[in-house]
């Protein structure tokens, strides 16, 4: 029997899709068919690999080794095949297939979903797959063909193409800061309430501040508390603008509020880690169309927006 009447193109992408999912119910509505179609496709696999490849529980799922193996090499062949396809039909300018996204909650939010609206308009041969979350996916995942991040990953074998450059900046509402007082310098912060983000590598809790330049600068750590965190930014924004303390966010998820006086900067003359944004994507990923052309246009979209939103604070 060849191999490809064992597995074909087609189960490869099925499941890659499952295998991500946390339940076979999940994978279904991924996928747009019921549990019991997800099952049965899955026991057929088996049924021809000769192997199970999944455990399953009442509530979760996993990979049986062989289900860790066969993952491993359907990513790798559908990205051969995407990049194959490419190359066959010179499509440079008509980018055509599956193109996998990761960004953070409220930045893919707010700035990429509609990026990839006009995407999909403009190239209507692609599909798109966008997947949010709180913590980005470490380097070594091959899940996604572009993650949209904030600062440059220290990591060689990625592309780390600049989309924007980007800061992130003290903030909190006039009222909280007619009540409590205004910080004058870092370890002042220690006094105020301020409002904790858990997201990503950030060591929770604690603030770098830098002031000076060249032999003269000078980075402050600053150990911050308060009484609420959560880890979506836009939430966190949300609670400044309400009055219940001090928030560190990206300018981007700011500018507008500080334009119109519902936030004031704190500590202007401080600056913070760098926080620009990022597409991040395997060095295997940049000869294909689809990935290319989608990081050319967040970068096209990104610095007109960024430069309005500076001239705004100016």
């Given at each position: 029997?060849?191999i490809?009447?064992?597995?074909?193109?087609?189960?490869?992408?099925?499941?890659v899709?499952?295998?991500?999912?946390?339940?076979?119910?999940a994978?279904?509505?991924?996928?747009?068919?019921?549990?019991?179609?997800?099952?049965?496709?899955?026991?057929q696999?088996?049924?021809?690999?000769?192997?199970?490849l999944?455990?399953?529980s009442?509530r979760r799922?996993g990979l049986?080794?062989?289900?860790?193996?066969?993952?491993s090499?359907?990513?790798?062949?559908?990205?051969?095949?995407?990049?194959?396809e490419?190359?066959?039909?010179?499509?440079?300018?008509q980018p055509?297939g599956l193109l996998?996204?990761n960004?953070?909650?409220?930045?893919?939010?707010?700035?990429?979903?509609?990026?990839?609206?006009?995407?999909c308009?403009?190239?209507?041969?692609?599909e798109?797959?966008?997947?949010?979350?709180?913590?980005?996916p470490?380097?070594?995942?091959?899940?996604?063909?572009?993650?949209?991040r904030?600062?440059a990953?220290?990591?060689?074998r990625?592309?780390?193409r600049?989309?924007?450059?980007?800061?992130?900046?003290?903030?909190a509402?006039?009222?909280?800061?007619?009540?409590?007082?205004?910080?004058?310098?870092?370890a002042?912060?220690?006094?105020?309430?301020?409002?904790?983000?858990?997201q990503?590598?950030?060591?929770?809790?604690?603030?770098?501040?830098?002031?000076?330049?060249?032999?003269q600068?000078?980075?402050e750590?600053?150990?911050?508390?308060?009484?609420?965190?959560?880890?979506d930014?836009?939430?966190?924004?949300?609670?400044?603008?309400?009055?219940?303390g001090?928030?560190?966010?990206a300018e981007?998820?700011i500018a507008?509020y500080?334009?119109?006086?519902?936030?004031?900067?704190?500590?202007p003359?401080?600056?913070?880690?760098?926080?620009?944004?990022?597409?991040?994507?395997?060095?295997?990923?940049?000869?294909?169309?689809?990935?290319?052309?989608?990081?050319?246009?967040?970068?096209?979209?990104?610095?007109?927006l960024?430069?309005?939103?500076?001239?705004?604070?100016?």
């Open positions: 029997m060849g490809g009447n064992v597995v074909n193109p087609s189960d490869l992408s099925f499941f899709t499952v295998a991500a999912a946390e339940s076979l119910s994978a279904g509505r991924d996928l747009g068919v019921s549990t019991a179609a997800v099952s049965k496709r899955v026991a696999m088996e049924s021809r690999v000769g192997v199970p999944l455990t399953r009442t799922m049986t080794p062989e289900g860790e193996l066969l993952l090499h359907a990513k790798r062949i559908l990205g051969e095949l995407g990049e194959l490419d190359l066959l039909t010179n499509a440079r300018q055509s996998r996204v960004a953070t909650l409220g930045f893919g939010r707010m700035h990429v979903a509609p990026v990839i609206s006009e995407y308009r403009l190239y209507s041969r692609t798109v797959q966008l997947q949010l979350s709180a913590d980005p470490p380097l070594t995942d091959d899940a996604f063909d572009v993650c949209i904030f600062g990953p220290p990591d060689s990625v592309v780390a600049l989309l924007a450059p980007n800061r992130r900046l003290l903030c509402s006039p009222r909280y800061l007619q009540e409590r007082g205004i910080p004058a310098v870092p002042d912060l220690s006094r105020h309430s301020c409002i904790g983000i858990r990503g590598s950030d060591a929770y809790g604690v603030w770098r501040l830098t002031s000076g330049k060249g032999a600068m000078r980075t750590t600053v150990r911050v508390s308060g009484s609420m965190t959560t880890n930014g836009e939430i966190a924004v949300n609670w400044a603008l309400e009055g219940h001090i928030v560190m966010r981007w998820d507008r500080l334009q119109n006086g519902q936030l004031v900067q704190v500590l003359q401080y600056s913070t880690p760098d926080a620009s944004i990022y597409a991040v994507y395997h060095l295997h990923h940049q000869l294909t169309s689809r990935v290319r052309v989608f990081v050319d246009l967040l970068r096209q979209k990104f610095s007109p960024l430069a309005e939103e500076r001239s705004e604070l100016d």
